[in-house]
């Protein structure tokens, strides 16, 4: 019996096995990723091989010369370095993601299909026997893939801002999409054009009306705080608040931390929300990433005793992000000392 005999006579339990390994390394990857954004440049290198091999595939499976054996040997080496690829690549940027999205958003609708694919992505006998197999499945697969790993790491790098990257990464995974899905002969056919442009149109829709759907990694909000006044050296609220006194009308002030590590440059802003209403919304304020120590934003808004619901103040990115939310409950009626705080007269300022 030959080997490849015996790879196709126990190949799918031998794929399961490598499946449980391959999402033990990732769980690995995972926390790598978490803690070392400067991995990030390989996710280009990755993308890379990811796109070359499968563009060649083809042109390989039509070199008759090279015979079956030869051919499946390479097909199966390519198919097990994208996999693995592909694993590293999505196991890696996703505790980035998560870190940057915020609980109850919309954002968790990308977190949820970006966990979808890189368990997937694990799994030898799904990827080889629907992914590989399937033109259409393996190009919306890779487009998906390339967005998500570009999205995060071009901001990183190249201090690219998350609306800027977006674009990018949007425009470079309909570029992917077509030429895993179509071969060069076909991009001049009226059916592929139309496919092709309808794929440009919903992409450009969703980059501009649907951008709040994808966190904006990796930004991330490290913690709020409110209160009664503010302390400028250091930085602080002064007479902290931890819910807000039912019937009480005043200046209320929020300081949040923003980690925005490595290169990022980022435009962000906060909105405040009363009862699911806008009461103030600050302009935006320009962050340079690379500090452990992150920054620290603070606005101030006028409340109303006249509104009895919770407070909701919002850390947004210029191009519409959600970094995160924060929440200051309704509490039970009752006076607010000033707590010798000293009001500030601008209506927000960053603080390095």
């Given amino acids: 019996m030959t080997l490849r005999d ?4 126990h190949g799918r339990l031998l794929w399961w096995l490598h499946s449980l390994y391959a999402l033990a390394a990732g769980i690995l990857v995972m926390w790598v990723g978490a803690r070392h954004f400067g991995v ?13 091999t499968s563009l060649l595939l083809p042109w390989i499976d039509g070199r008759a010369g090279l015979g079956p054996r030869l051919r499946w040997w390479i097909r199966a080496a390519v198919n097990y370095l994208n996999k693995d690829f592909y694993q590293q690549l999505l196991f890696f940027v996703l505790p980035v993601y998560w870190a940057s999205a915020t609980w109850g958003s919309l954002n968790m609708i990308f977190i949820a299909i970006l966990a979808t694919s890189a368990v997937l992505s ?26 998500a790993g570009l999205n995060v790491t071009l901001p990183v790098l190249w201090s690219v801002s998350n609306g800027a990257a977006m674009w990018i990464s949007a425009c470079l995974a309909l570029v992917g999409f077509a030429t895993l899905r179509f071969r060069p002969s076909e991009w001049r056919r009226p059916r592929v054009l139309a496919i092709v442009t309808t794929g440009a149109i919903v992409l ?3 980059v501009v009306w649907g951008r709040g759907l994808v ?10 705080s409110f209160g009664r006044g503010l302390q400028r050296r250091p930085l602080a609220v002064a007479g902290p608040v931890a819910a807000l006194p039912a019937g009480w009308t005043g200046r209320l002030y929020a300081i949040t931390a923003i980690s925005a590590p490595l290169g990022l440059e980022e435009r962000v802003r906060q909105s405040w929300y009363r009862d699911g209403h806008l009461i103030y919304q600050s302009p935006f ?29 919002d850390v947004e990115t210029e191009g519409g992000q959600l970094i995160g939310r924060a929440r200051l409950p309704a509490g039970e009626p009752g006076a607010a000392a000033d707590a010798g705080a000293t009001p500030a007269r601008e209506p927000g300022g960053l603080r390095r």
């Avoid at 015996?6 to 006579?9: E, F, G, K």
């Avoid at 990030?40 to 796109?51: K, M, P, S, T």
């Avoid at 590989?132 to 919306?140: K, Q």
């Avoid at 966190?215 to 709020?224: D, E, F, V, W």
Wanted: no cysteine; hydrophobic share 55%.
């Fill in 215 to 224: 966190p904006p990694a990796p930004l991330r909000l490290a913690g709020t």
């Fill in 204 to 206: 450009g829709a969703l």
């Fill in 40 to 52: 990030l440049r390989f996710v280009f290198l990755q993308i890379a091989f990811i796109w070359i």
């Fill in 285 to 313: 304020y320009r962050i340079v990433g690379g500090r452990q120590e992150g920054y620290r934003l603070w606005t101030s808004a006028v409340v109303s005793g006249q509104a009895a619901g919770p407070l909701r103040v």
């Fill in 122 to 147: 694990t799994f030898d006998v799904v990827y080889n026997d629907h992914l590989s197999v399937r033109p259409t499945l393996l190009a919306v697969f890779f487009a998906f893939n390339l967005f």
């Fill in 6 to 9: 015996a790879l196709r006579r």
